[in-house]
Each structure stands twice: as structure tokens, then as C-alpha cells.
């Protein structure tokens, strides 16, 4: 298996151990990743603001950029928010003739041109639809048995589009999870909104969300996460959520990578667990314990 990869600018920022993760684990699955040369920000949460033929065209020239090495691989993305908007603007060049010339017009500036061909792809529906539970499960050799885990998705990975799993009810992370010998944790919070960027803008509600998702959790040892934002939201904010709530919320937080990673025997290190801001030393050596 092969795939484009467009890591986004989280990736290199606050969630740099998403990506180590995420290359870490697809390497030790015999996944290939061949980053998009010149890739540059999708616009994140803030170009529509500014202009909507931004927020399409910025998402559009990373995946012309693809498009122009000539293959047909899919297009893999980690960050929830980066694949909503490469995956919009891949399904309007398919569906709006008027808007494709448009976006076209402005990639003309760099000579690139979108045809929209490649699938656009998220890291978890990879992981549970391409490389599947088994090949993970055949891998495993720090069996994660005894630990509770609450799969956590967040609203953008299946959210407006529903390809893989269902948005309120998702449950494509649990047999990845199982796979690992781990136990998922019994909740109902995996597609709540965790506040987004509420929680810089608007933090009393975000404040609220992100306390109603951990106190749920309560009882798992762990919550696994396949998006920047939410990780970000569910970890750093902890203490401000418990104040608030008037609770200890505390909770170790792990990107799904890290999780399956660990269970695979890889290199702790080389899977970022250090930059993590909720992993305590507790659970990381209930897990190497295994080994």
C-alpha cells in the first residue's frame, strides 16, 4: 500500500508526535507514504473568513500537487481539519463545473491544474479499512490487556462526509483498538464536539464541552484521538475543565498511532509519547510492562 501524504501544519507544530506516530506505525505495516512536494497550509479554520475561493484554493494546490506526479494513489490525511477541507474542495471539482474552472484559474498562477481524480483519504479510515484490525493483531507484541480505552473522533473525520463509519455512532476505531488486546471503554461522547477553537474563542463553552467528554470517560485509562484539535482541547485543557466542573478530570491522552504503535513494540521515542501533555509514566509502564 502507497499513498500521498499531506501531514499539514499542525503536524510540524503542536501535534508533531501525531505525525511521528503516524509514520512510525504505517512503516512497521509496510505502508509507504510519499509526501506532496511543496505542500503548504489548507486553510485551516480561518481562510473562509477571509474569502471562500481562498479556502478552496489553498486546499486545491496541495492536491494539484499530488495530481501532478502522474499516479493514482490516494490522498492520506492525519489532521481531521486538514482532510474536511482537502476532501471538500476534491468533492466540488468533481460536482461544480463553474467553480473547478474558477479554482483552476488561480492554480494557473503556478501552473497547476486540479482534475479532482485522487481520493482524499483520513488516517483512521485507512488504518481500519485498508490495513484492517488483523494485520495489526498479527504485529501486536506488547498485548495493551487490562486497559480501558475510549475511542474519541471528533466531529470533522466523519462529518459531512459519512464514508467510513457512523457520525453518531461511530465505532471504526473499536476493533483497531481490540486488535491491540486492549478493552474499549462502554461511552456515548466519540462524535461529540470537543469545542474546536471555542476553547481560545469562546472558552466558557468550550470549557463545558470538553468537561462533559472527560468526566464520560471516567473509568477508561486512556482516551485515543485521531484529531489535533481535539487532542489539543482534551489535554491541555484538563485542569481548567476540572475547575470548572469541580472535579479531577485528569486522563491520559493518546493518539491512536501511539496506541497501536506501543502495542506493536515500537520505539516509544520514535512514536512522540514524550511530547504528549497528558501520558503519565503510570501507563507507560503498565504498557512496556508487557514487554
Excluded at 485498508?130 to 474519541?152: F, H, K, N, S, W
Excluded at 457512523?166 to 483498538?177: A, K, N, Q, R, Y
Amino acid at each position: 500500500m502507497k499513498y500521498h501524504y499531506y501531514p499539514g501544519c499542525s503536524l510540524e507544530g503542536t501535534a508533531r508526535e501525531y505525525d511521528l506516530s503516524t509514520r512510525s506505525l504505517l512503516a512497521a505495516l509496510d505502508v509507504q507514504l510519499a509526501d506532496i512536494e511543496g505542500w503548504t497550509c489548507c486553510g485551516a479554520s480561518a481562510a473562509e473568513a477571509t474569502s471562500a475561493l481562498l479556502a478552496l484554493a489553498l486546499p486545491a494546490r496541495n492536491l494539484a500537487l499530488a495530481e501532478r506526479r502522474g499516479d493514482s494513489m490516494d490522498v492520506l490525511v492525519p489532521c481531521s481539519a486538514c482532510y474536511l477541507n482537502l476532501r471538500t474542495v476534491a468533492e466540488k471539482m468533481r460536482s461544480n463545473a463553474p467553480l473547478a474552472a474558477q479554482i483552476n484559474s488561480v492554480l494557473g498562477a503556478e501552473q497547476l491544474h486540479l482534475d479532482g481524480r485522487l481520493r482524499v483519504r483520513h488516517l483512521l479510515d485507512v488504518l481500519a479499512t485498508d490495513v484492517g484490525p488483523a494485520a495489526i493483531r498479527t504485529r501486536v507484541v506488547q498485548p495493551l490487556e487490562g486497559l480501558r480505552i475510549a475511542p474519541y473522533y471528533g466531529c470533522q473525520c466523519l462529518r459531512p462526509f459519512a464514508d467510513f463509519d457512523d457520525p453518531e455512532m461511530p465505532i471504526s476505531m473499536e476493533p483497531l483498538i481490540r486488535a491491540t488486546g486492549a478493552e474499549v471503554f462502554p461511552w456515548r461522547m466519540g462524535g461529540r464536539c470537543c469545542g474546536a477553537s471555542h476553547m481560545s474563542t469562546q472558552r466558557e463553552v468550550g470549557t463545558v464541552l470538553v468537561a462533559g467528554i472527560l468526566e464520560a470517560a471516567h473509568g477508561a485509562d486512556a482516551i485515543a484521538t485521531v484529531c489535533p484539535m481535539c487532542q489539543m482541547n482534551l489535554e491541555a485543557f484538563q485542569g481548567v475543565a476540572g475547575r470548572a466542573a469541580g472535579k479531577d478530570l485528569h486522563i491520559n491522552m493518546l493518539y491512536l498511532p501511539q496506541l497501536i504503535g506501543l502495542s506493536m513494540g515500537l520505539d516509544a521515542a520514535g512514536l512522540g509519547v514524550q511530547l504528549n501533555l497528558a501520558f503519565d509514566g503510570a501507563l507507560k509502564r503498565r504498557i512496556t510492562a508487557a514487554a
